[in-house]
């Protein structure tokens, strides 16, 4: 159980598109999803949480109007980076919480993002 | 920052041996958490103790937890090569919902 997927799982893009990044928790409800972001071989540098049917509290730094989050359902969040650049390439990765009470989080495999 | 800092950076042994990995926190906490992840994948969640624990296991993974040192460690016995990968801790605090992640720990068996 617990099991997290995320679409797509790379993703090419020219600079000033859009991309939308979907996170669905498969088998649970998720209250709560967090968004991530990792560079190589560095830790994750979590970006926002979104809590479903509310509007998502994004992490010092990190621009609402360019990392677009929407949590519309218990079983669905999505990403989208706006108007992308080149700098915006990373991997980005969306976990789940469930359960009240429960601590642990479900990560999906993640997306890799190249903006050309 | 309340992100935690592993050691060491990277870890390198042959397989049968130990891995220790240490991870050290600022804040007080509710739980640590020890995460694995292979390389360009996600994360795999492999062992939650808790604040009021001192010590846990699971198979060939041994986590301890220090609050007054404000650090935990994870010891994978007799390693194996598809042990390879990085390894992050991560903890939750009072008041918040998200994870704070460690630096983690590259390791790497070589068979």
């Known amino acids: 159980g617990a099991v997290v997927s995320q679409h797509p799982s790379w993703v090419i893009c020219k600079s000033g598109t859009s991309v939308k990044i979907e996170c669905r928790s498969l088998d649970f409800q998720a209250t709560t999803m967090f968004w991530y972001r990792q560079f190589p071989k560095q830790s994750l540098m979590l970006m926002a949480t979104s809590n479903e049917g509310s509007k998502a509290t994004y992490e010092q730094g990190v621009e609402k109007d360019k990392f677009l989050i929407n949590h519309a359902s218990l079983t669905l969040s999505t990403l989208t980076v706006t108007s992308a650049h080149p700098e915006d390439s990373s991997f980005y990765i969306c976990s789940a919480r469930g359960l009240a009470g429960k601590y642990e989080q479900y990560f999906g495999p993640g997306t890799r993002l190249t903006v050309t | 920052s309340q992100q935690g800092e592993e050691d060491p950076q990277a870890l390198s042994i042959q397989e049968g041996e130990n891995a220790t990995m240490n991870c050290s926190y600022k804040?007080?906490?509710?739980?640590l958490q020890w995460y694995r992840q292979n390389s360009g994948r996600g994360l795999v969640h492999l062992i939650l103790?808790?604040?009021?624990?001192r010590e846990k296991h699971s198979g060939r993974l041994r986590v301890t937890l220090d609050t007054s040192k404000k650090s935990s460690s994870l010891l994978i016995t007799a390693s194996r090569a598809a042990d390879t990968a990085s390894y992050f801790c991560?903890?939750?605090?009072?008041?918040?919902?998200?994870?704070?992640f460690g630096t983690g720990t590259r390791l790497t068996v070589i068979p």
């Open positions: 804040t007080s906490i509710n739980n």
């Open positions: 991560a903890t939750g605090v009072s008041g918040a919902n998200n994870l704070f």
């Open positions: 103790i808790r604040s009021n624990e």
